[in-house]
């Protein structure tokens, strides 16, 4: 299933695209299993599909074990919906990488920008009480801050539609909360880039409703309107209209969350192995990011939404409102959820938070669904995986699309190394001599191996890529960003200044110039 996600980072973006656990810590159920249930987890664990390490060469087993040792993946908690029911659930591994404390189906985790699913659903609700309207102009009923009118918003307004199917022309794609000892703003000086806000302001830069862009900061307008239409705080009104009607006892978008709840959280792991500091970070975009869970109670989610859409179930939102809200609004997008016209009945939505990172897949039509969280920056990727050896198991109608040439690049990287994975690449470039293997694959790769800090392998990779795409800004500031690494700061001001000759707008060449240069 193909659905589109919060990208935190240029390098989340093109991965998207250790740990010795013993017995002890390796699988914690929610519940007893029989053992019927019990060999088809066993299946799904050990369903992994090999690495295929080339034609020269023997594939590489690898089971989920396997997978989260080499993708850094403390934790992995996990339930599968069958026949729009929780057929069972389970926890892997540890809250902390290294550690020795097990991680259950209780263990809470981010959602990161799952919590937009959720938090639409409670917009909704509001759109049926009759207290919101899903067309009408955002400004018109938002009190805290008004959007900012200009140029692009002068025939076409921002609604609460186009904000909940990212085409209201905002800015901000996402967000990387901040560190638990950090003064957290206002949304005020969220909206307009004031310290201490640690991302641009959020504004309208194109003509609303003509195309598709993803925005937390448009979601985080939305969380804002649902705040001063109600006059209640957001996590207070989330639970009433939306956490508990479902059941999910579990969740809450309480940011930072109380100190009850955070005995139950694992330390967010970063892809290179290291710990967020503080354990997590704290997101005041609580509806774009902000959402605390488990797999359990996105399950109990993904199932209500499917059955409110067949009129079977409808605690929340009527039939209507949920058959509106999976409808695509611009491309894809449905109001909340990523959509996928080649798969009928799909729907979800994938999230990253600093060091957390989730996967929601459900059918509307079939009942069958997945919900799968880690405390890990690597946890779709974990996820993904164990996605398809699901759907293989309790024969999905829908199957996922099999492992992409980049998974397999980056399985390859993770487990033997960059030149394993760089023979690998020659080898699949070798396919189809017309055809270049796309931009992003060797990019991911040169990024694969710059989160294992092997720098000059990543350099090697970026260079590379610049010789198959000399036209490309983005490879010149990849492989600048390799050079910063290296400590060779001319080649690096060489390269960011080639990509910004090719792209002017590019944001992050103009930034790291200034740090190189060392101007203010």
Not at 398 to 420: F, K
Request: glycine letters at 10%; one cysteine or more; hydrophobic letters at 40%.
């Amino acid at each position: 299933m193909g659905f589109t996600g919060m990208c935190k980072s240029k390098i989340l973006a093109v991965l998207i695209f250790g740990l010795g656990m013993g017995q002890a810590l390796f699988g914690q159920t929610g519940k007893s299993e029989n053992a019927e249930t019990k060999a088809g987890i066993e299946r799904v664990e050990h369903g992994i599909p090999p690495i295929n390490m080339g034609k020269d060469a023997a594939p590489i087993d690898v089971d989920l074990a396997k997978l989260m040792k080499a993708y850094h993946d403390p934790a992995f908690s996990v339930a599968v919906i069958q026949n729009y029911k929780i057929v069972w659930a389970k926890a892997y591994g540890a809250t902390e990488l290294g550690g020795s404390t097990p991680v259950t189906t209780k263990t809470l985790f981010q959602a990161g920008s799952i919590s937009k699913p959720v938090a639409a659903t409670g917009m909704l609700a509001l759109v049926q009480q009759g207290k919101l309207s899903l067309d009408e102009d955002v400004n018109v009923k938002l009190k805290t801050w008004k959007v900012p009118e200009n140029e692009f918003t002068k025939e076409q307004r921002v609604t609460l539609r186009r904000l909940a199917s990212h085409s209201a022309g905002l800015t901000v794609h996402g967000f990387p909360g901040y560190d638990v000892d950090e003064k957290v703003p206002t949304v005020a000086q969220i909206f307009n880039g004031e310290k201490p806000a640690n991302t641009a302001a959020i504004r309208v830069d194109f003509v609303p409703g003509t195309k598709f862009r993803y925005s937390g900061g448009g979601i985080t307008i939305e969380q804002t309107l649902m705040i001063d239409v109600t006059g209640k705080p957001f996590p207070a009104l989330m639970k009433e209209l939306v956490l508990d009607k479902i059941g999910m006892t579990d969740s809450s978008y309480e940011q930072p969350l109380p100190v009850e709840w955070q005995r139950r959280t694992p330390t967010g792991t970063y892809r290179d192995g290291k710990l967020v500091h503080g354990k997590w970070h704290v997101y005041p975009e609580m509806a774009a990011a902000g959402l605390w869970t488990t797999p359990t109670d996105l399950a109990k989610f993904a199932i209500e939404i499917a059955l409110s859409k067949q009129g079977k179930s409808n605690k929340v939102l009527t039939q209507a409102t949920v058959q509106e809200m999976l409808t695509p609004q611009i491309e894809s997008v449905g109001l909340g959820f990523f959509l996928d016209k080649e798969r009928p009945g799909d729907f979800g939505h994938n999230g990253a938070d600093e060091g957390f990172q989730a996967l929601l897949v459900m059918n509307a039509d079939t009942g069958d669904g997945y919900a799968a969280m880690a405390n890990s920056d690597f946890g779709i990727a974990v996820a993904a995986e164990y996605l398809r050896s699901v759907a293989k198991e309790y024969a999905w109608k829908n199957q996922p699309q099999a492992r992409d040439a980049g998974g397999e690049l980056m399985l390859v990287a993770r487990v033997s190394g960059p030149d394993a994975a760089m023979a690998r690449y020659a080898e699949m470039a070798k396919v189809d001599p017309k055809h270049k293997p796309e931009e992003q694959l060797l990019n991911m790769l040169g990024y694969t191996f710059f989160t294992d800090g092997k720098i000059d392998a990543a350099i090697a990779a970026f260079a590379k890529n610049v010789e198959q795409y000399p036209e490309s800004s983005n490879v010149y500031d990849s492989l600048a960003e390799g050079y910063a690494a290296a400590g060779k700061k001319e080649l690096a001001i060489e390269n960011y200044e080639k990509s910004l000759k090719m792209d002017p707008k590019n944001d992050h060449a103009k930034e790291e110039l200034k740090k190189l240069k060392g101007q203010p």
